[in-house]
């Protein structure tokens, strides 16, 4: 995978995460709707559904897919730090299987158009 796809795919995991985590807060905020972190939330998950739909022209679906899973994890995280939401062992077993198929795509080569 070219550094051009492989920086493409990091603003497309960070996007989504950060986009989520922006979203979630804003919704809860009093705010509501109207809220920054909304607005900021909203347009992190624009760029990364331009910068996802860039990415599958660049890569194979099977490839892009498992590897920008990690998103799951981090999210998981996020909620975990910022939101102090609690995650039973179960949804962390979940987030660890992700985890395992995100190495075993990783491990693979990534075939690029």
């Known amino acids: 995978m070219s550094s051009k796809a492989r920086l493409l795919t990091l603003v497309v995991i960070l996007s989504n995460v950060a986009g989520n985590l922006l979203l979630s807060l804003g919704l809860k905020s009093t705010a509501g709707a109207l809220s920054p972190l909304v607005i900021a939330g909203v347009s992190l998950l624009i760029l990364w559904t331009v910068s996802r739909m860039t990415l599958m022209s660049w890569a194979d679906l099977s490839y892009i897919l498992p590897i920008t899973s990690i998103g799951y994890v981090l ?9 102090a939401e609690q995650i039973s062992v179960l949804r962390w077993s979940g987030t660890l299987l992700i985890v395992a198929g995100v190495a075993l795509v990783g491990g693979t080569k990534a075939e690029s158009r």
Do not use: G, P, Q, Y
């Not at 999210?75 to 939101?83: E, H, R």
């Open 75 to 83: 999210s998981a995280f996020a909620a975990k730090i910022f939101l």
